[in-house]
């Protein structure tokens, strides 16, 4: 009985490992077009979107690009491990990358948003020390103990799959708001609002 368990847990855990290692999804940004606003006004609305998702951005103006600074969340599924079989906790986190350029007289909106993996722990388990397989195992000399890093240092992230769900929300919710904006101001009568400075990068209260 216990084998049988065994032989029906082992392909979901092959294939958990799988999704893990090895659908690391890169592709293309998520475009949307949006039209009668001018390129710099979008980027001022995105960096606005941005912030309030991820707490801090980093607005190149001259390049029309946005980057955000990783945030960080706990899960217990999605995780692409064998965790997420018993609800163990995965710390994950997220990175946007935005960029808006013009094209067809319209200006096109490009987001990409990826989820990564903490792998510290898993990488310390498969990566143990070099002296452990010398001639002394679990001696230490000085030099080595200096030349030891800090855990910030050894933390490897693995790339797990792209966020398409909240790349087109947030697409959706930027092409609303630069329609909202054409429609108060065309009927105010002044014309396609100007663009507004986008928020300097600012860390989350």
């Known amino acids: 009985m216990t084998f049988r368990c065994i032989l029906c847990v082992l392909p979901v855990l092959i294939g958990l ?16 077009a949006i039209r009668d606003v001018d390129p710099d006004r979008v ?16 607005v190149d103006r001259a390049a029309r690009r946005i980057t955000t600074v990783p945030a960080e969340y706990t899960t217990e599924r999605e995780s692409g491990t064998a965790r997420d079989l018993v609800r163990g906790r995965s710390v994950m986190r997220r990175t946007a990358s935005f960029n808006v350029g013009q094209r067809g007289g319209a200006a096109t909106a490009r987001l990409q948003i990826d989820i990564e993996r903490q792998d510290t722990q898993r990488q310390t388990a498969m990566q143990p020390r070099g002296n452990r ?23 490897v992230w693995t790339q797990v ?45």
């Open 17 to 32: 490992g799988g999704c893990a290692e090895g659908t690391t999804t890169v592709g293309v940004p998520r475009e949307r």
């Open 43 to 58: 980027l001022a609305e995105a960096a606005v979107i941005l912030q309030r998702e991820f707490g801090r951005v980093h």
């Open 133 to 155: 397989l010398g001639d002394t195992p679990g001696e230490e000399t000085p030099i080595d103990r200096d030349a030891a890093t800090s855990e910030r240092q050894n933390t």
């Open 161 to 205: 799959r792209r966020d398409t769900k909240l790349e087109n929300a947030l697409l959706a919710e930027l092409q609303d708001r630069c329609a909202r904006l054409t429609a108060d101001a065309e009927s105010a009568g002044t014309g396609p609002p100007p663009p507004t400075t986008p928020p300097a990068t600012q860390p989350r209260p």
